[in-house]
């Protein structure tokens, strides 16, 4: 079952700095929207709103209605998952023991895995290509490894919103696009912070624009990812071009 998310004139300061301002976004249930924007345009700021990591100044974090600060925690993480763009730091445990932690949030406090979270896990690490290193020490993986074991704890959570903080972070470009697509194929509501333009504009359904801790844009990627949108936040000379085959917007930055 999926859900709706919604951003509500969100705004987040610290230490006297507005890093989230009045930010208002709506994401349908099964829909996937990229946030994008330059370094410290706060789209981590505003990603941590919605997994309580970080409290809103003022405004509210809704899942299909309900304010996300006012849940159960453990309800919270039974529908929304996250993936954090910073490797925490190292685990003593094995892959499947960090993927099996999604399953945390189903079962009470003690309760082993039975086979049907078993089953659940090795899929989640099978579908990321990390299944062949279930027994291999976490700490000793290399960055795009950890960064597929991570989110195929997210998957073993089964939740029907996820949020993913730069979740291509580490990846080479195959492993890129088999995680995008896997995401998209999951029919979960998703909120993604993308730095690679291209990569959002393939796979998300719209995109959010932020812009020094404003909304800026919002829309389907061909309407949001133009030449002026891209000089006034990025500050490259682009020219964007429909791809031949999928028609997605496709950005080619230019030498000044």
Same mark, same amino acid.
């Given at each position: ?116 979270? #078993? ?5 989640? %690490?099978?579908? *990321?290509?990390?299944?062949? +290193? $279930?027994? /291999?020490?976490? @700490? !000793? =993986? ?41 995401? #998209? ?5 998703? %909120?993604?912070? *993308?730095?690679?333009?291209? +990569? $959002?504009? /393939?796979?998300? @359904? !719209? =995109? ?49």
């Amino acid at each position: 079952m999926t859900v709706a998310l919604r951003a509500e004139k969100v705004s987040v300061a610290m230490d006297g700095r507005t890093l989230v301002d009045a930010v208002s976004l709506d994401i349908a249930p099964g829909e996937v929207v990229g946030l994008v924007g330059p370094n410290g345009a706060g789209k981590s700021t505003l990603l941590r709103t919605f997994y309580r990591a970080s409290r809103p100044t003022s405004g509210r974090i809704l899942l299909d209605g309900e304010d996300v600060w006012r849940m159960p925690g453990k309800r919270l993480a039974r529908r929304l998952a996250a993936v954090l763009q910073e490797t925490p730091g190292d685990f003593e445990l094995t892959v499947y023991d960090v993927a099996a932690m999604g399953r945390t949030p189903h079962k009470r406090a003690f309760q082993g895995d039975d086979a049907n979270d #078993r089953d659940i896990i090795l899929r989640s %690490l099978a579908e *990321l290509d990390v299944a062949h +290193l $279930a027994e /291999a020490p976490f @700490d !000793r =993986l290399s960055g795009g490894e950890k960064q597929r074991v991570l989110i195929a704890r997210a998957l073993a959570q089964r939740p029907a919103a996820l949020v993913l903080d730069e979740p291509t972070n580490h990846l080479d470009l195959r492993h890129q696009i088999d995680a995008l697509r896997l995401v #998209r194929g999951l029919g979960a509501t998703a %909120l993604i912070a *993308l730095h690679d333009l291209n +990569l $959002a504009a /393939a796979f998300c @359904d !719209r =995109l959010c624009v932020l812009h020094e801790g404003a909304l800026l844009a919002a829309g389907p990627p061909g309407e949001v990812l133009t030449p002026e949108l891209l000089a006034r936040v990025y500050r490259v000379n682009a020219e964007v071009s429909a791809h031949p085959r999928t028609a997605a917007p496709q950005i080619t930055v230019l030498p000044d």
